[in-house]
């Protein structure tokens, strides 16, 4: 069974940084396209960021373009998202997840496996 555990959230003033990392264990990693969403309260969960297995492809929600950086080390079996410039509407849990076998994924329905998040809040 494949398990996936995100670390590196907190709270963060508007216009620092974070990164998040997702640590995945009990497969081989790179047969994996990974991704990140995330839910603010009273939201449905939302793509983020996504990465093709071999991590030459990345692809951003409109959102994340131009702040967040995707990136996986498949040596340390882990994938980052890397947010810049954060603002207040980027508070949310954020969740990553794998599918198997997934070139690129955009939709919640694409994953088979998901963490179990990690909150990110941004103050003013």
């Known amino acids: 069974q494949v398990q996936l555990a995100e670390s590196g959230g907190g709270l963060a003033q508007a216009g620092s940084s974070l990164r998040l990392s997702c640590a995945v264990s009990?497969?081989?990693?790179?047969?994996?396209?990974m991704g990140w969403f995330r839910q603010a309260p009273g939201k449905e969960r939302e793509f983020v960021a996504t990465?093709?297995?071999?991590?030459?492809?990345?692809y951003y929600a409109d959102s994340a373009k131009g702040r967040f950086t995707i990136s996986r080390d498949d040596t340390k079996n882990t994938m980052y998202l890397q947010m810049n410039s954060l603002k207040p509407e980027d508070t949310a849990v954020y969740y990553c997840?794998?599918?198997?076998?997934?070139?690129?994924?955009?939709?919640?329905?694409?994953?088979?496996?998901w963490g179990q998040g990690t909150q990110v809040t941004v103050s003013t």
């Open positions: 009990g497969h081989t990693f790179s047969r994996y396209g």
């Open positions: 990465i093709n297995r071999s991590g030459t492809i990345t």
């Open positions: 997840a794998a599918g198997l076998d997934l070139p690129m994924g955009t939709l919640i329905e694409e994953y088979d496996f």
